[in-house]
């Protein structure tokens, strides 16, 4: 059975930083997909950044690229997605989601999922 959990979320003011985790345990192979999806209140689940195992390929959302990055320990099991130049527009439920094959970027492709990490952007 496949767990993720995610943690680093918080509140942080305009042009703050912040670092969130996802551990990962019982995804098995040696081709799968990570990936980080956010949700804004009253709003869909939106694609932000991928990374895929084992090459470590990486795609971005057009609103995060330059701004976040998105990172991998294979020892730890850990995803790890650092953003940086944080805006209001960034506030939402950030979730962890992995499939098995390649990098996607949408969410029905993403059959497991964290139970996410809020992160709140002041003015």
């Known amino acids: 059975q496949v767990q993720l959990v995610e943690s680093g979320g918080g509140l942080v003011q305009t042009g703050g930083s912040l670092r969130l985790s996802c551990v990962i345990s019982g995804l098995t192979g040696t081709s799968y997909a990570m990936a980080w999806f956010r949700q804004a209140p009253g709003k869909e689940r939106e694609f932000v950044a991928t990374?895929?195992?084992?090459?470590?390929?990486?795609d971005y959302a057009d609103s995060v690229v330059g701004r976040f990055t998105i990172s991998r320990d294979k020892v730890k099991n850990t995803v790890y997605l650092q953003m940086n130049g944080l805006t209001p527009d960034d506030t939402a439920v950030y979730y962890c989601g992995a499939r098995f094959g390649a990098m996607a970027t949408t969410e029905s492709q993403y059959t497991d999922w964290g139970q996410g990490t809020q992160v709140t952007v002041s003015s």
């Open positions: 990374i895929g195992w084992p090459f470590g390929l990486t």
